[in-house]
């Protein structure tokens, strides 16, 4: 499977920031706001990824992340010259997708839960339609809102509702197979004049195939594209990471606990930034024992 991050868009409702910086590389506590979704795909195993960004911003993501080969992934990037809708991601990723089934995810969104990289990994595996999650929120009228039968397939999604048939919200990470491509050639433009995601996966639920994975109790989602989002989701990282002594969003730990990088490789990023609480994170990490982490992370206590 191959993953996708849209770190496009004009992001008006952070505005006048957003007037001189992507919405994607502003801060979410300590880290850039793509490392959250970017390492989301990498816990659910993807290592080939293409950044979609619009021609003023493509660059900066090139010079933070590179080819991706010091993460042992490989990441390319493309333009989306306007704001045609998050589906068109597929169109304009159709070569990158080649044959293989995709992952899209927004920019702005993190998820975090002690258990989120075996969901991640189950959901990787698709073998034929699509898997989309359900967030439950207090008021789901803001968001996508999915509503589900007993095994857990969607029966109705709608955008934005007035009237919600259930508060499950639509977090802006999706799992499809390869005919989303053709699905996304497709579809119509909506009335706002953009190929909507909802479509998509109303497609996939009309073919009995749209599978909705509930993000129960110990799970939290941010959607970070309004001041008090962000700062929301700024809050919750420090939170957990001054109380706990780790790093959410970690590259090179998700990297390495892949096995993708060496410990050699992990040492040399730690020296890049040595002088932070991050670059002091990853030689932690080095220092570990790997073998016995894994261990108890494959354990039955974690299954």
Known sequence: ???????????????????????????????????????????????????????????AFQSLLGNGSSLGMKIEYKVQEHPNGLAEAFILGEEFIGNDNVSLILGDNMVYGSRIERVLKAASNLKEGGIIFGYQVADPTSYGVVEIDETGKATS???????????????GIYFYDNQVVEIAKNIKPSERGELEITDINKVYM?????????????????????????????DFVRAIELRQGIQIACLEEVAYRNEWISKEELLASYEKCHKTEYGKYLKKIAEEDFQAYKAVYESELFN
């Open 157 to 171: 999604i709608e955008e934005k509702p007035q009237n919600p048939k259930s508060n499950l919200a639509v977090p």
């Open 206 to 234: 009309q073919q009995g195939k749209l599978q909705v994975i509930p993000l129960g109790n110990g799970y939290a989602w941010f959607d970070t594209g309004s001041p008090d989002r962000l700062s929301d989701a700024s």
């Open 1 to 59: 499977m191959k993953g996708i991050i849209l770190a496009g868009g004009s992001a008006t409702r952070l505005y006048p920031v957003t007037l001189a910086v992507s919405k994607q590389m502003l801060p979410v506590y300590d880290k850039p706001m793509i490392y959250y979704p970017l390492s989301t795909l990498m816990m659910a195993g993807i290592k080939e990824v293409l950044i979609i960004s619009t021609p003023v911003h493509i660059g």
